[in-house]
Nanobody, 120 residues
């Protein structure tokens, strides 16, 4: 399994970012995928998920209506469009295959993540 996240940065509240996750060494197109994040001093938490066939999405309440998860199976890439960012969205963002019913990561492996910092 290899997961490489990118697209993070420093933005002001209300601005947008688009994260990408390049996946390899597993059959991406057959995996339900998700985004997770970890803020300083906090546990990693679920953000959003998408079914392998792009026919279902789920979001944490804290990001619903602001974030959109998508995927391109031809490119083995997962995306997270983040709009109306808030300071509380500040965290390192990770992607992983996801167990939908529990909203937990499937793989024990994690990529390096991408830092998102939102200033007020």
């Amino acid at each position: 399994v290899q997961l490489v996240e990118s697209g993070g940065g420093l933005v002001q509240a209300g601005e947008s970012l688009r994260l990408s996750c390049a996946a390899s060494r597993f059959i991406f197109s057959r995996k339900n995928m998700g985004w997770f994040r970890q803020a300083p001093g906090k546990e990693r938490e679920f953000v959003a998920s998408i079914r392998w066939n792009d026919e279902g999405r789920s979001y944490a309440d804290s990001v619903k209506g602001r974030f959109t998860i998508s995927r391109d199976n031809a490119k083995n890439t997962l995306y997270l469009q983040m709009n109306m960012l808030k300071p509380e969205d500040t965290a390192v963002y990770f992607c992983n295959a996801v167990v939908l019913v529990t909203q937990t990561p499937e793989y024990r492996y994690w990529g390096q993540g991408t830092q998102v910092t939102v200033s007020s």
